[in-house]
């Protein structure tokens, strides 16, 4: 199917669903060929866990409350 740029634009969401059946749709500019509309390919499933399994490294326990000195930084004291 070949169609105008400006009715493209206000038939949008009925191309989508030509384009995904497998339809070939070309939007055209004063009549000549501007761009061809495709679906994008699907990477096929859920991504799988562990794909950053030993590319990221914590320093030090996560669990341990945060030093005062470091807390400071973060707040204004009344008296300052």
Do not use: N
């Amino acid at each position: 199917m070949k169609i105008g740029i400006h009715e493209a634009k206000t038939q949008l969401s009925k191309l989508i669903p030509a384009v995904l059946s497998g339809e070939d749709v070309i939007i055209t500019k004063a009549g000549r060929p501007l761009i061809k509309l495709v679906p994008v390919e699907t990477q096929g499933g859920p991504r799988p866990l562990g794909a950053y399994q030993g590319k990221i490294k914590f320093h030090g326990d996560l669990l341990e409350p945060i030093p005062e000195d470091v807390l400071d930084t973060f707040w204004l004291k009344a008296d300052e």
